[in-house]
């Protein structure tokens, strides 16, 4: 069984209302738990691409990545759990594990489904929640991976459309 219905959870998907990237996060996170993060994506086979500015690299250790100087190009990992699905990670800092993904990939019950599987997969793995907040609405999440549910569930009352 899915664990939110499309026609239940849709308005969180419209980038008209919500923004095309919404900000999704782990908090309270440690080195230890990207680090998992990063092992999880090899595990899984998920196809990604890590790179620091314009330059492409090999995946790096997470102790590696977020010791680098505060000046330095930005880093990210690009994760593909499905072809058409894509979670860009930003490595700010260690003490909350940052991605976005672009809503416009996660139209349908069926994108829902991957998405939410991703949650789970990383939620799972860290034994923590994956928050969904609006694109600059940071702190408010509208839904996400429960540890105790061991689900995604909705966090906010949906919207009226």
Same mark, same amino acid.
């Given at each position: ?11 969180? @998907?419209? $980038? #008209?209302?919500? /923004?095309?990237? $919404? ?16 092992? &999880?994506?090899?595990?899984? %086979? ?6 620091? /500015?314009?330059?492409? &690299? ?13 000046? *330095? ?7 593909? $759990?499905? *072809? ?9 800092? =260690? !003490?909350?594990? =940052? @991605? ?11 994108? &829902? #489904?991957?998405?939410? %599987?991703?949650?789970?997969?990383? /939620? ?8 969904? #907040?609006? !694109? /600059? ?20 009352? $949906?919207?009226?459309?």
């Amino acid at each position: 069984m899915a664990d939110l219905l499309w026609d239940d959870v849709r308005c969180f @998907f419209n $980038p #008209d209302l919500m /923004g095309s990237l $919404p900000d999704l996060r782990v908090p309270n996170a440690s080195v230890e738990d990207w680090q998992a993060v990063l092992d &999880l994506v090899e595990a899984r %086979g998920w196809k990604c691409q890590y790179s620091e /500015g314009e330059t492409v &690299l090999p995946v790096p250790r997470a102790e590696s990545v977020l010791s680098r100087p505060a000046d *330095a190009e930005c880093a990210d990992l690009r994760v593909w $759990p499905t *072809a058409d699905v894509l979670a860009i990670f930003r490595f700010h800092h =260690d !003490e909350a594990i =940052d @991605f976005d993904v672009d809503l416009r990939e996660l139209q349908g019950q069926e994108r &829902l #489904d991957v998405f939410c %599987g991703f949650l789970r997969e990383i /939620g799972r793995r860290l034994g923590k929640p994956v928050l969904m #907040d609006p !694109e /600059g609405d940071y702190g408010h999440p509208v839904l996400g991976f429960e540890v105790v549910a061991d689900r995604v569930v909705l966090l906010a009352e $949906p919207l009226v459309m």
